[in-house]
């Protein structure tokens, strides 16, 4: 069983950085393939990066491609969305995902754990 808490969202002007962070419970924090995803009121949730159990590679959306960066530190047990250059079109909630098997990474229903998630707001 692994618990997943948000944190470090908020309110940003356009333009702006903000830095999501995932503290994950567990022993086994670094077997997990790990990912973000974001919903928009009124849309579906989607994917916004991935990173396998050890941090050698990563996988991001065309939308957040060259303005997001995720990363992980296994010691700590935590996973991390550095998000600059940020566009209104960016606000949501955003969740942190934990997956045992990572395969389809793009899919929600790969991942087994989920964690409460964290509202990021961007201003024009």
């Known amino acids: 069983q692994v618990q997943l808490v948000e944190s470090g969202g908020g309110l940003v002007q356009a333009g702006g950085s903000l830095r999501l962070s995932c503290a994950a419970s567990?022993?086994?924090?670094?077997?997990?393939?790990m990912a973000w995803f974001r919903q928009a009121p009124g849309k579906e949730r989607e994917s916004v990066a991935a990173?396998?159990?050890?941090?050698?590679?990563?996988y991001y959306a065309d939308s957040v491609k060259g303005r997001f960066t995720i990363s992980r530190d296994n010691a700590k047990n935590t996973v991390y969305l550095q998000m600059n250059t940020l566009k209104p079109e960016d606000t949501a909630v955003y969740y942190c995902?934990?997956?045992?098997?990572?395969?389809?990474?793009?899919?929600?229903?790969?991942?087994?754990?989920w964690g409460q998630g964290t509202q990021v707001t961007v201003s024009s």
């Open positions: 995902a934990a997956a045992t098997i990572f395969y389809n990474i793009w899919s929600t229903s790969t991942y087994n754990y």
């Open positions: 567990g022993r086994t924090f670094s077997s997990y393939g």
């Open positions: 990173i396998n159990w050890s941090g050698g590679s990563t």
